[in-house]
């Protein structure tokens, strides 16, 4: 079988805008249509997938650069960057096993079409749709002045992951893409 590019929709949005909640809420849908899912999420802040008591922690601690935790149920890999820059959003990807589609959450300005989430609650009022081309619908939950793109409910999910569905040609099945538009643009 000759490879191919695993869709990638991205969700973006200010903070409180409902991004995760979208996210979540999408590979649930996806799932259950019989894809197979991944997800990348950027952190614009510190975070810790382990405390500072496990044994994984601990090696970290001593000074492990990279530490795999492995059990019957899942893997993680947690690399300390050590004062290196974050790794670009193409090495990211390029790092993810076999999908049929990955949805990432936040990287507001990688160049992947996106669907803007928008809240009432959400701390800044500015639209990204203006201003990128990327962003292929608004999912929102209030009405949308002017809009020249799709516009759906926020809690829409069904009819939102209709439109990612035909807008990125998905069809149904175990991974079907082979490796990531993003990776396959830089090899």
């Known amino acids: 079988m000759a490879d191919r590019i695993t869709p990638i929709i991205g969700i973006a949005g200010w903070k409180k805008s409902g991004k995760t909640t979208l996210t ?12 197979k899912v991944a997800t990348v999420k950027h952190a614009h802040h510190e975070f810790q997938i ?14 492990a650069s990279q530490v ?3 059990s019957s149920k899942r893997w993680a890999v947690v690399t300390e960057l050590d004062g290196a820059p974050e790794p670009n959003f193409e090495e990211v990807i390029a790092c993810l096993e076999p999908a049929d589609l990955i949805i990432v959450e936040g990287y507001k300005t990688a160049a992947i079409p996106k669907i803007e989430a ?4 959400q ?3 500015r639209p990204l749709a203006p201003d990128d081309p990327q962003v292929i619908a608004i999912a929102a939950d209030h009405a949308v002045e002017d809009a020249s793109l799709p516009t759906f409910d926020l809690d829409d999910v069904e009819a939102i992951a209709d439109h990612i569905a035909r807008t990125l040609g998905l069809g149904a099945g175990r991974c079907a893409g082979k490796r990531s538009r993003t990776a396959d643009q830089h090899s």
């Open 24 to 35: 979540v809420r999408l590979v649930a849908e996806f799932t259950r249509r019989g894809l």
């Open 68 to 70: 795999a935790v492995v």
């Open 123 to 125: 701390i800044s009022k």
């Open 50 to 63: 382990d405390d500072g008591e496990t044994d994984s922690a601990r090696h970290r601690q001593a000074g």
């Open 118 to 121: 928008r809240r009432t609650a």
